[in-house]
């Protein structure tokens, strides 16, 4: 598939049949409940001490915040590009921050979801790697440290500041998502293969060792109390992983074939349909994380979030 320096034939330029109004209103009835979300538990997990202590919620507060990103802005760009049919404003300026956070942004949540499931494994069954503060600034902190400084930097240097000239497509959604770096063999591989097909199976790879060791250990261990904090951070892990393998395995699988050398037109149809899918993984993140976290369940209560049961008990109050 390398021809004449650039790659043919990889990354599909087309839409979805679906009618553009029916993913204007599916996208719409998802994002303001998903950011709604995304903002509660961003706030319980930075101002409950409980919550932000935890190592493993780290990971899911860097994926919190890169996919309110992707909501606020490539999202929304969408519901505008559906809305009246074309990108507005048309500008290369627009289209380049679409691109970065499309591209940059989403691939950087699959990279940091790749660390996270290596993470939650050394959590799980090798936990005295963080025992001390230099052990967890060492094995937790610089790790998703480098990755945060690599995303940012290679999609700054790639998409903002391209070797090459862009073109953009005003008339398809993402202007077209096709970066000029893609068609440079050494840009379009490395970014291909490993900001996106390597992730995705660290991800499925990792998930599956976890639950094979839980459910090993699970039989030898006595100590219940262990096996429940385990139990969870493997439904936690394990959910989450299922959200972002279901789009991306299949786009990852045919991109990989085409590499390999298949021709352009198999798995034409799983390609777009896997790449629109790509943004339900971040709509359907927050509440994934919610569901998964039964302590902040607990604590929440939705009728006080709205203030409700807050005005009623402070309406019962009469001082003598």
Request: overall charge positive; charged content about 10%.
């Amino acid at each position: 598939m390398i021809t004449s320096g650039s790659l043919t034939g990889l990354f599909s330029k087309e839409e979805i049949s679906l009618p553009r109004q029916v993913r204007f209103w599916l996208f719409l009835i998802l994002v303001i409940p998903s950011i709604y979300c995304s903002c509660v538990l961003l706030f319980q997990l930075f101002v409950n001490k409980k919550f932000r202590s935890q190592l493993s919620n780290h990971i899911i507060i860097c994926l919190l915040i890169l996919g309110l990103i992707i909501e606020l802005i490539d999202i929304s760009f969408h519901l505008s590009f559906l809305q009246l049919g074309s990108v507005w404003p048309s500008t290369p300026t627009l289209c380049t921050v679409w691109w970065f956070v499309d591209t940059g942004i989403y691939n950087g949540c699959v990279i940091i979801m790749a660390w996270g499931s290596i993470h939650r494994y050394l959590l799980i069954f090798h936990d005295r790697l963080f025992l001390t503060a230099k052990k967890r600034f060492l094995h937790h902190m610089i790790p998703l440290f480098i990755l945060i400084l690599y995303i940012f930097i290679f999609y700054t240097v790639v998409i903002i500041f391209p070797p090459c000239s862009n073109t953009y497509n005003y008339n398809l959604p993402v202007c077209g998502e096709f970066p000029c770096y893609l068609d440079i063999p050494l840009l379009g591989i490395w970014d291909t293969v490993i900001n996106s097909i390597v992730p995705t199976t660290i991800i499925t790879i990792f998930s599956m060792i976890v639950l094979v060791r839980v459910y090993i250990k699970k039989r030898r261990l006595n100590r219940a109390n262990r096996w429940r904090r385990q139990r969870k951070m493997t439904i936690q892990l394990f959910s989450i992983c299922i959200l972002y393998l279901a789009a991306n395995v299949p786009l990852n699988l045919v991109i990989f074939s085409h590499i390999c050398g298949l021709p352009y037109h198999f798995g034409a149809d799983v390609q777009v349909y896997a790449n629109y899918l790509c943004y339900f993984v971040t709509l359907l993140f927050p509440f994934v994380c919610l569901s998964t976290l039964s302590e902040m369940r607990k604590k929440l209560q939705w009728k006080g979030l709205l203030l409700f049961r807050r005005s009623q008990y402070i309406g019962t109050i009469n001082p003598k």
